[in-house]
């Protein structure tokens, strides 16, 4: 029988620790977090490898590492308020709610959206909503959020999503290119500005619903 709880220890220990992941509220998170229960039977064995896992219907949980560095450079705090764009069946979402206070988690999928609803039930992590909604519209009924976080790559953060930071607040995400890797960003409000920095260069599964318009061509 796998020891579950000794894998997400070597998780932590070997995959996260090892690639500049320091934040000890991400790393406890990320510890106590049963990531085998979101990946379904099938792939439960190796729930901790670090990859982007399958968890149906064409989507993936993303892979430890890139989680973690991007929920690190959020610097959630726990009265924060966050929202998980794209939540699948909740792993990320459920990390989330270890550390801030309340999560947000929208999902396009009523099949992934009620799975997560089970798994948060499951958890009794009382502190997650999972709602129904199109990913590229954010959620706007609970804004503004002190965090945004993108479970998945997507070409450009849409205005919309970017106009339901609070003031100082953080999103996180990765910016798919058009050749190579994508490119993890953290943007920040200050003002009427949202300054972006990179935080790394990972390449993950995208969300649906972000595909940019074809230009028309002659």
Do not use: H, W
């Amino acid at each position: 029988m796998i020891n579950f709880e000794q894998c997400r220890r070597n998780m932590v220990e070997c995959q996260l620790r090892t690639n500049k992941v320091t934040d000890e509220g991400v790393l406890a998170a990320m510890g106590r977090v049963p990531r085998e229960v979101f990946t379904g039977p099938e792939y439960e064995t190796i729930a901790y490898v670090d990859e982007d896992l399958p968890i149906g219907y064409g989507r993936y949980l993303m892979e430890p590492m890139v989680l973690a560095r991007m929920l690190q450079a959020a610097r959630i705090g726990a009265d924060d308020v966050i929202l998980d764009i794209g939540c699948g069946s909740g792993y990320s979402a459920a990390v989330c709610a270890q550390i801030g206070a309340t999560v947000v988690a929208v999902e396009s999928d009523p099949r992934l959206a009620a799975d997560a609803t089970r798994i948060m039930a499951e958890l009794e992590a009382d502190n997650v909503v999972v709602v129904v909604g199109t990913l590229k519209d954010g959620y706007q009924a609970q804004a503004p959020y002190d965090v945004i976080v993108f479970s998945g790559s997507v070409p450009e953060i849409p205005a919309a999503v970017q106009g339901q930071l609070s003031q100082g607040g953080r999103l996180v995400a990765v910016l798919m290119e058009d050749e190579g890797p994508g490119r993890a960003v953290v943007m920040e409000r200050s003002g009427s500005r949202i300054e972006t920095r990179t935080i790394c260069d990972p390449s993950i599964p995208p969300l649906p619903g972000f595909e940019r318009e074809k230009g028309f061509v002659f």
